[in-house]
C-alpha cells in the first residue's frame, strides 16, 4: 500500500516538475520577446502543475485505506491493487509532465513569434494532460475495487504429487 502512496506521489511531482520547469523556461524567452502574451504563456506551467496534485489525491485515498495494524488484516489483493494504482497515476503522469514540457517549450517560442500558433498548443497541452487524467481515473478505480480472493487463507497442498511435476 504505501509503495502504491509513494509511486504516485514522488513519479506524479517529477513530471510537475519537468513540465513546469522546461515550460517555465519558455515563459520566461516568452516575456523577453513579448511580453503582453506572458499571461497565455504561464498555461503549460499550470497543466503540468495539476499532474502533482492527481498524485498527492491518489497517495491520500491510498494512505487513508491502509489498515495493517486493524484485527481484520490488510490483504495482499488489496495492498497489490493500491501498488497498481500508484504506479499507474505515478507514471501516467510522469508522461503526460514530459510531454507537456516538451510541448510547452516548443510551443510557447513558437508563440512567441506567432499568434495563431496558440489555439492548436492548447489542443496538443489538453490531449497531454488527458493522458494524467486517465491514469488517475484508472487508479480511483483500483483504489476501491473492494472485491477480491481472500490471500489470506492457506491452499491445501496435496503432498503426494511434487510441487513441479515437469520437474518432479
Known amino acids: 500500500g504505501y509503495i502504491g502512496c509513494a509511486a504516485a506521489l514522488v513519479f506524479a511531482s517529477l513530471g510537475s516538475a519537468y513540465g513546469t520547469a522546461v515550460s517555465g523556461v519558455s515563459v520566461a524567452h ?5 511580453n503582453r502574451k ?19 489525491i491518489v497517495a491520500a485515498i491510498i494512505a487513508s485505506q491502509v489498515d495493517a495494524l486493524s484485527g481484520q488484516g490488510y490483504s495482499s489483493y488489496r495492498g497489490f491493487a493500491h501498488m497498481a494504482a500508484g504506479i499507474v497515476c505515478g507514471f501516467s503522469s510522469l508522461s503526460a509532465g514530459l510531454s507537456i514540457g516538451i510541448v510547452g517549450d516548443a510551443g510557447i517560442r513558437a508563440f512567441a513569434k506567432e499568434d495563431r500558433v496558440f489555439v492548436p498548443l492548447l489542443l496538443i497541452l489538453i490531449f497531454a494532460e488527458a493522458f494524467g487524467l486517465y491514469g488517475l481515473i484508472v487508479s480511483l478505480i483500483l483504489v476501491y475495487l473492494n472485491k477480491g480472493p481472500d490471500c489470506s487463507k492457506n491452499i491445501p497442498s496435496n503432498d503426494d504429487q511434487p510441487a513441479y511435476p515437469l520437474f518432479g
Open 30 to 34: 516568452l516575456g523577453i520577446a513579448d
Open 38 to 56: 506572458t499571461m497565455r504563456g504561464l498555461i503549460p506551467c499550470i497543466m503540468a502543475g495539476i499532474l502533482g496534485i492527481y498524485g498527492l
